[in-house]
């Protein structure tokens, strides 16, 4: 059983039905009937109104969304374990043009915001000294925790006040919503959220996440993301494929179910193992210590996953899955324990 | 019927199948088995040693294979009309970071030798002044022209001995093979080209097209571009659904069956109408002299397509047509003239 | 006797003073006494506020108010000799971060409304095209033409329908000032034009151009200026060396005194030669027809000059000089006609 | 008598006195005869061939050196304190298009093999991370710290192994060979730096920094240097003044003379205040403990300096002082602490 990365699963089937579906003639790039729909649906589920767009990945709905935050003179306050920030090769620098990314430190992969506060304060306002303009977040974040809308709202206000862009990275926005148990509204937008990206791939997905814009800007600042998908080459000349995909995820609350299938798995997991946990599990993954030989004794069982430096592993699961179905795991992990 | 553009075609059936055979559990990325493939498989159809990267788009692949030929301070000469210069929102600009196109005349959209080794000659060898690193021509062309081996070889001679970059843009790379009859090689790297954006979505795919290193550089070439593919959102988290779609074009020459139809259908067209055609048909796209009552008057029997400014009307076939499928279309065209 | 270039020349005495006298100790960058006065100098030259920074060359100038004026998608209608086009190896690509350089053509390096009015016409309104955001002329051009007040006011119409920036790359604005006889604002910012850059090197000076901002955006745009001079490595750490220099120039009318002087001296000489102009003379440059056995015998007698193609000269005069002082050529000139 | 920073000094004679004597006719940009001698100047300076650029200023110095050291998907491994980092408006970003820095902590801004080589390692070699290419340390330090030959040549053999370019920012260069008493040979090339910003202006001159470039590919890196340097307005259309300057400073050996004099003056105040210093003094910076009603006191005698945060300020000697003309505020600060 493979626990590598929630990239490595297949479809869920209803998207791979709506693909089938959107398989016929209709006009190229983003003039299609799917296409079209997309603001719509997004506005239903976050309960205002929403301009969407969709594009290959979140690396490049995390870089444009960043470009239309932030000038290239600008800096983007982040934490330093960020996908933008160790992941993405830089991506962000090319998208906005060397705007200078102000990595954070913080427990879990979480920017706090004291630390924020006292990073804006100490930027001297003057010319030679790059200014922030935008704040970005991960929720739920590397590590699979969860910021909650207080803790969202709070950075907001910090944004809100220092006149800063405020951009969420939603790679695994669903399993942070399905841990909340909140209106998706709650954790954007009603705490400040400028642009989300919302991810689909990892969630059971094939190609496409979709760039959110919330808030009187939005029309302008898609405008200007449609801009920089087509200059960047995500202006896809069969579109609908990717419409489809994102339709079938959120206008029947696949989105959800899928995420809250992955993140039981993970508490089943997360149970059968809490004295080795390195992060509470929140979403879908688990860090957990783990020296070699019980790594390999896990692989000699056919448990796959990656290693996460000396000593350590991670493990996570995906829509595919649910607590029964990783009970094999579970049940391996309680031997090394209790064997 | 729709002539629209091939951008609005379905998928082809057998790259529908490879999806589905691609839907399971496999790395992330570019590590799957069928992204293993590719290198080998275009290998063996151009007859030499091929570093091949999918990416989302034509555009993508363009503008990375054009990064990795032509430095920021360097100039790109192609054609007035060519797609990189009106159809990408200034695309090569961004990737290679302010590189300067140097547009050229020429008759149905293609370059010839005179024009460009004139354009070189003027330029001054001092610092002020933007020196070519590279040549990109579109075969075929934005007007369905096709160039030849020995075409290309004149302009690939030009480049060699000024030493410049050649890439040729192939979003329609299958109907000049087609048209041609020639090998592969023959008109790319046997005649100077270091890099083909190799076209399939046009050609039946759903989304990926190919972007192709050839040459003593071209690992050095790939590895470069495989960070533009990063760093600007291309690298797919489940890049199998691209390479599987890739690989059922080319490992069986459907790439070259479908664009085969969709050049008789185009034939089948001009044939009918050989009087009003503004440019000789030699891939799938007919540019014809058209009146607005005779373009309502068509449209009025259900046949679909672009105006193309005043009195003209741009015919475009896909892969799923033949001279038979569009001869309702071929009828309706002869009437027009011998009504 | 040197007329390459008005690059060549000494500095004006009274530069040269206004850098002796600012030669003591004050704050660093732009935080001295001269750099203060450099709006207020403006202004009254100008007769309205204005935004108003030192940069080191011409080049930075053009490029820093260029990507003021234009986002990175954008285009910029320029005429194709202009010296952003021929002359900056791509300037204004680097400091746009990739915007389009729109060529047109026109004679005497001079844009015409129809020519930029049907081009913008000819811009499709979809994001596949680079929408135009900025026009750019040269005042005097690089061809020594002077553009009117009502010539400018043309294109500023144009400009300001079509929502574009409106930038003079004004490197000889001295000399079209002197050639007029009008007042700096009638053919500037009463003519629509934004920004400009307000040439003094050519005309006397050492190291330093002034760029201006005009009308209600100026502070807006010289504060972002003030980031892209920073960031491109322009804020010298001793700034007021170059603000004395630029107010020299335009406190007691050097500026114009000085270009009178060049523009004089560019009569004299066309007088001496009406035959062989290849354009009019209006500034302080002539274009000559000239056979290599005449310009020989012109060098043999110590004038110094650039060929400008075959059978061609550029000749160009300067504040060093005035209708006595190349008296001599003029002679020169008039025997080859008359010998 | 002020001590705010060593750009707010006049000019040292001889290089006002090189600037006159340059104030003559020759050829534009780095056409002149005083351009032409820096080659030589440096490579006698440096007893190695050396290709040398004048620049406007240190930013630009400093990032047309990593644009050349660094691709846009590279990072530079740096001291989180350096001038790169904190004090260019992200300079670096915008030349290299988007390069990452890689800031790292160390005392007085010092950069150590062990950090570095820490950095370095924990850098995964695949696509997603940005893979280092460039070391830059600043020489002497922006604490006024000088690295030793031993300790660049420690950096400078990280750099080799790891196949990284090694530049240092020496703004401050001749501070520090003044301190060293070793051959600028031995500091920077023989110890394996690649390229040095060497520092003009905060030891006496006006305006222009030289950009030098060591070793095989100095060539090659210089002539892209040199369409950084025009791409980004730096190429002077006088550039003789900038070329005249930098030959007085380094042809008779003013260079070194002014800093050990700044230096010297900054000894003498070390010595008067060794009890408050933050950190050793060793080039022509003094850091040190001061109350606010101390620094008013001091301010009260007409010594005027920067505040350094609160309890604290920053003292900046110059070539225009030396032991004896800094007495006065040497006894003031003795008198701070035995009044």
Redesign the interface.
């Known amino acids: 059983m ?1 626990f ?2 929630d ?5 869920c089937p209803p998207v ?1 039905a709506a ?2 579906a959107a ?7 983003d003039g299609d009937q799917w296409s079209a729909r997309l603001d719509a649906a997004f506005g239903d589920l976050f309960e205002t109104p929403v301009s969407a767009l969709w ?7 995390n ?2 969304a960043l470009a239309c935050l932030c ?3 600008g ?1 983007i306050v982040c934490h330093e374990e960020a996908h933008i920030v ?6 962000p ?9 102000m990595p954070l430190p913080g427990e879990g992969a979480k920017l706090t915001p004291d630390v924020v506060a006292e990073r804006l304060a100490a930027i001297r306002p003057d ?4 200014p922030a303009r935008a704040i970005s977040i991960t929720n739920a974040t590397e590590y699979g925790r969860v910021y909650t809308p207080d803790e969202v709202a709070a950075l907001g206000e910090i944004a809100r006040t220092h006149g800063l862009g405020f951009h969420m990275d939603g790679a695994r926005f669903a399993n942070a919503v399905a841990f909340l148990g909140c209106a998706p509204a709650d954790v954007t937008w009603r705490a400040g959220v400028d642009a989300l990206s919302f991810g689909c ?2 969630n059971g997905g ?2 496409g996440e979709a760039l959110l814009f919330f808030g009187p800007e939005r029309e302008r600042r898609a405008a ?1 993301a ?13 579109g609908r ?2 419409a489809a995909q994102i339709l079938a995820m959120v206008e029947d609350g696949l989105w959800l179910a899928n995420a809250s299938a992955a993140n039981a798995a993970a508490q089943a997991l997360a149970e059968a193992t809490t004295g080795r946990l390195l992060h509470p599990v929140e979403a879908n993954e688990l860090f957990l210590r783990l020296s070699a030989p019980e790594a390999a004794a896990l692989r000699a069982q056919e448990f796959d996953f990656y290693d996460w430096g000396a000593g350590a592993a991670r493990i996570v699961t995906n829509w595919s899955q649910d607590a029964d179905s990783v009970a094999p795991l579970a049940d391996a992990l309680r031997r090394l324990d209790h064997g």
Chains 1, 2, 3, 4 share one sequence.
């Open positions: 493979h590598f990365s990239n490595a699963t297949p479809l791979m693909i089938a398989d016929r003639e209709d006009h190229g790039y594009v290959a990945t979140g690396t490049a709905a870089s444009i000038p290239p003179y800096g160790v992941d993405e090769c830089g991506a620098g090319f998208f906005t043009h060397g705007a200078s990314l010319v030679h000294q790059v791939v990892k094939m190609v200007e449609m801009r920089w998908r087509k200059r960047s080459g995500h202006l896809f000349s069969k494929y990717l």
